[in-house]
């Protein structure tokens, strides 16, 4: 998850075209088509980092984990990071943040400290990758 939060923000604004996804969507344009005006910048941003490793072997950072479970739940959790720095999503990655919060439950760490975040929760490991690739 570490690198899979490294790598996505590496790649998160990779084939930029220095416009936004609303400019992309008013426009009409070929990117907002085939991204059905969703996140449009962020998934080709996704797909460019992930179309490297398949056209050039050498930067072939998925090729590491061969096991292919592995290797899914890696480009899941890289997209869900991603797709967290689109700024229409912001309010959910904040609301998801402070529902958390707001609930209360403390978990304890490695440190037997108290902590809002669970890190054997899924939910909250997932969270914990959009929020850092989202700043």
């Given at each position: 998850?570490?690198?899979?939060?490294?790598?996505?923000?590496?790649?998160?604004?990779?084939?930029?075209?220095?416009?936004?996804?609303?400019?992309?969507?008013?426009?009409?344009?070929?990117?907002?088509?085939?991204?059905?005006?969703?996140?449009?910048?962020?998934?080709?941003?996704?797909?460019?980092?992930?179309?490297?490793?398949?056209?050039?072997?050498?930067?072939?950072?998925?090729?590491f984990f061969q096991n292919e479970e592995t290797r899914d739940l890696v480009e899941t959790y890289l997209k869900e990071c991603i797709l967290a720095t689109d700024p229409a999503r912001h309010a959910c990655v904040i609301q998801d943040a402070l529902l958390i919060i707001e609930n209360g439950q403390k978990f304890q760490n490695d440190k037997n400290e108290p902590t809002y975040l669970d890190k054997n929760d899924p939910f909250h490991r997932t969270l914990i990758g959009r929020i850092i690739v989202h700043c």
């Amino acid at each position: 998850e570490i690198f899979a939060i490294i790598m996505g923000a590496l790649i998160h604004d990779m084939d930029h075209p220095g416009t936004n996804n609303d400019f992309e969507v008013k426009r009409n344009s070929t990117l907002a088509k085939q991204y059905a005006n969703d996140a449009v910048l962020e998934r080709q941003s996704i797909t460019a980092g992930l179309e490297i490793c398949k056209e050039q072997p050498e930067l072939d950072w998925l090729k590491f984990f061969q096991n292919e479970e592995t290797r899914d739940l890696v480009e899941t959790y890289l997209k869900e990071c991603i797709l967290a720095t689109d700024p229409a999503r912001h309010a959910c990655v904040i609301q998801d943040a402070l529902l958390i919060i707001e609930n209360g439950q403390k978990f304890q760490n490695d440190k037997n400290e108290p902590t809002y975040l669970d890190k054997n929760d899924p939910f909250h490991r997932t969270l914990i990758g959009r929020i850092i690739v989202h700043c």
